[in-house]
């Protein structure tokens, strides 16, 4: 494998594009003439110049090249903005996880540089399909054509070209990046109608079906979602809307999937599906939730009522239960907190329980998604008959919504549950959440749930 090369241009700023441009150019020329084609796969050249104070979403939002991704960490340690395509690799129907994780690490293996391919997948591969979600596909990832990454504190620009490309496509692009920061008077418009499927009406009668449907030990959880749609007199810009949600929202994964103008699945995800480094794993169960309190001792009050509430408690021991045997047929040594604790996010609370283990030899990324998506706390419990139950009440297609998105690495990956989540198609924008459903919830209740869940979105569009 051709080693990564990596060139670093001091005191280069967000007002010396030529020469960032520059430094890009003259190292694929260089790398071109060392290439070669690995296995019929094609190689990818990467080419990246150190730059400072370059922030990567004011980077994107000032982009007009159709395709945009973005993904940033709930730490915020690393985040990356990414505009254009240099390969893509994309279905319409369902998908063999091992054959499309095999492609992607097929490709991953060929590159000169540290890539990955942002992307993800529906939450299920069957049902009717909508057509807003067409520029989606079943699944799609994507190695961005250029990208400013922040690890750590330390800005990179990159640019990932495939090897059989010409170098004036290349240059041709480059010139049309913006390097400058995003007008600050971008703003998001203000919605001009709201529908939601189902209405009030239609949700009550989808959970009171849902629980006379239950069996003790047979089927006991089935998690219902909304879709609320958001209707506006202009194009949304998804990275504006973006930009607004992280600045909202705490604790949370972020992430933008942008195939083509005017669609775009938007969220700030607070669950990790897994990240995988090497051979350890991490992930985390997610379930029972409360709202944030306006003072403190409210706060805590519903924390502590979160933490002993029978129902929220139970509805948490599936998701773990589900988890750890997941994992337990994968890991060697598999750890777990002993007990749940509260995450705290802008609007909501949540139980969550972590897990930490050490895979087996031979376990691969198709394993763990085939294995823990859907998780009880986006579908149900059982799985099969929750899905079921889904497909039969839920008026829409859920698309990405709750499904698997992330990011696929050469030694590491990282998928989080596209849940707090939205789809912008043109002029609209369709919002999802959902709420488990067992034995003691009230269609009340858990309607009121999902509007707190779908408030960070909502505060955001409402102080546009």
Request: glycine share 6%.
């Amino acid at each position: 494998m051709l080693a990564a090369m990596w060139t670093t241009l001091k005191q280069i700023s967000i007002y010396e594009a030529d020469r960032i441009k520059e430094a890009i150019v003259a190292q694929l020329i260089r790398d071109l003439r060392e290439a070669k084609w690995h296995s019929r796969q094609p190689v990818i050249l990467r080419a990246e110049v150190r730059v400072e104070g370059l922030d990567a979403l004011s980077w994107l939002c000032a982009q007009r090249l159709g395709s945009r991704g973005y993904w940033s960490d709930r730490d915020d340690h690393f985040e990356l903005a990414g505009v254009g395509r240099a390969d893509v690799i994309t279905g319409d129907s369902g998908v063999d996880y091992r054959v499309l994780m095999g492609m992607l690490h097929d490709r991953i293996a060929t590159a000169r540089g540290n890539v990955r391919y942002l992307g993800g997948l529906r939450f299920s591969m069957d049902g009717p399909k909508e057509e807003a979600w067409d520029p989606f596909k079943a699944y799609r990832f994507i190695l961005p054509r250029f990208e400013v990454v922040t690890r750590n504190s330390t800005t990179t620009f990159a640019c990932n070209m495939l090897a059989s490309e010409n170098l004036k496509t290349i240059e041709a692009d480059l010139s049309a990046l913006a390097f400058s920061e995003t007008d600050p008077d971008i703003r998001l418009p203000a919605p001009v109608a709201r529908h939601d499927h189902p209405d009030q009406e239609g949700w009550v009668a989808n959970v009171e079906a849902s629980l006379d449907s239950f069996e003790p030990g047979k089927y006991e959880k089935v998690v219902l979602a909304r879709k609320a749609t958001f209707e506006f007199n202009e194009p949304l810009n998804a990275a504006v809307l973006l930009r607004s949600l992280k600045e909202d929202t705490s604790q949370c994964f972020h992430f933008c999937f942008q195939p083509a103008s005017g669609a775009a699945f938007v969220g700030a995800s607070p669950e990790r599906l897994y990240r995988r480094d090497r051979d350890l794993i991490r992930t985390e169960a997610i379930a029972g939730s409360r709202p944030r309190g306006i003072s403190p001792e409210e706060d805590q009050a519903f924390s502590r009522e979160l933490s002993r509430s029978e129902k929220e408690l139970r509805e948490h021991r599936y998701v773990v239960r589900d988890i750890r045997k997941s994992l337990m047929r994968f890991c060697s040594v598999l750890d777990a907190d002993e007990k749940p604790s509260v995450l705290k996010l802008s609007r909501c609370q949540h139980l969550v329980t972590i897990f930490r283990g050490k895979l087996r030899q031979g376990v691969k990324d198709a394993d763990l998604l085939e294995t823990l998506h859907p998780t009880p706390a986006v579908g149900g419990w059982p799985t099969a008959r929750a899905l079921q139950e889904i497909a039969s009440l839920e008026p829409f297609d859920r698309g990405w919504y709750a499904g698997p998105v992330g990011w696929i690495g050469k030694d590491a990956a990282q998928f989080v549950v596209g849940i707090r989540s939205g789809l912008v198609e043109g002029t609209r924008l369709h919002l999802f959440s959902g709420a488990g459903i067992v034995d003691g919830s009230t269609p009340e209740k858990e309607w009121d749930e999902i509007e707190n869940k779908i408030s960070d979105f909502v505060a955001v569009l409402t102080l546009a």
